[in-house]
């Protein structure tokens, strides 16, 4: 199985902005609804943001109008722009097909603080 890549996290003050990556297989890109997911130290993981076309995106109520997922397929890469942040968006972020069938990588962590 394509193991996914993540990259662009790090410390970010509230209301600041960050934006991630997200690189996977053509096979993979190329086939299969993507998705955001995080979890929060203590917490499970959860779905934040899933593509399931070039026009079609679905977020959790928890990020909706803060956060943006799109797709570039000329680079087999997923993006998530995390606008607003707020504490509560501090997790280890990952990348996935919608319904979670990829062997998870190793995620890029997000931390906002002051």
């Known amino acids: 199985q394509a193991q996914p890549v993540e990259s662009g996290g790090g410390l970010v003050q509230p209301g600041g902005s960050l934006r991630l990556s997200c690189e996977v297989s053509e096979r993979v890109f190329t086939t299969y609804s993507m998705a955001w997911y995080r979890q929060a130290p203590g917490k499970e993981r959860e779905r934040v943001a899933g593509?399931?076309?070039?026009?079609?995106?679905k977020y959790a109520d928890s990020v909706e109008g803060r956060f943006i997922i799109s797709r570039d397929h000329a680079k087999n890469t997923l993006f998530l722009q995390m606008n607003d942040l707020k504490r509560e968006d501090t997790a280890v972020y990952y990348c996935?097909?919608?319904?979670?069938?990829?062997?998870w990588g190793q995620g890029t962590e997000v931390t906002v603080s002051s």
């Open positions: 593509i399931l076309s070039d026009t079609g995106t």
């Open positions: 996935n097909t919608l319904d979670g069938f990829l062997t």
